[in-house]
């Protein structure tokens, strides 16, 4: 079992930054590729970002690539998300994702997820 928590989610104006964290826990957590996947009101939920175990490894949807970066420390056990440049169609609850399948299968859809977090709401006000 793996244990995801999602924090520093906020209201930010377009053009700020934030960076969203995930905690992870679990004997063999920092095995999995994680990501991070989004909501936006009436909107199905889409990919945003995914790392390898190792961290070797990044995969991003064409809409946030040049914003937003992934990156994980398997030592403190937790992910981050660094946002730059938002937007207002960025808003939308975010969610934490582990995978025991790869960071590049992550990209493909939700079906292969075997972990998700509550999310962190982000409001990007124009």
């Known amino acids: 079992q793996v244990q995801l928590v999602e924090s520093g989610g906020g209201l930010v104006q377009a053009g700020g930054s934030l960076r969203l964290s995930c905690a992870f826990s679990?004997?063999?957590?920092?095995?999995?590729?994680m990501g991070w996947f989004r909501q936006a009101p009436g909107k199905e939920r889409e990919f945003v970002a995914a790392?390898?175990?190792?961290?070797?490894?990044?995969a991003y949807s064409d809409s946030v690539k040049g914003r937003f970066t992934i990156s994980r420390d398997n030592a403190k056990n937790t992910m981050y998300l660094q946002i730059n440049s938002l937007k207002p169609e960025d808003t939308a609850v975010y969610y934490c994702?582990?995978?025991?399948?790869?960071?590049?299968?992550?990209?493909?859809?939700?079906?292969?997820?075997?972990?998700w977090g509550k999310g962190t709401l982000v409001t990007v006000s124009s």
């Open positions: 790392i390898s175990w190792s961290g070797g490894i990044t």
């Open positions: 994702a582990a995978s025991r399948s790869t960071a590049q299968s992550m990209s493909y859809g939700s079906d292969g997820i075997d972990y």
């Open positions: 679990g004997r063999t957590s920092s095995s999995y590729a």
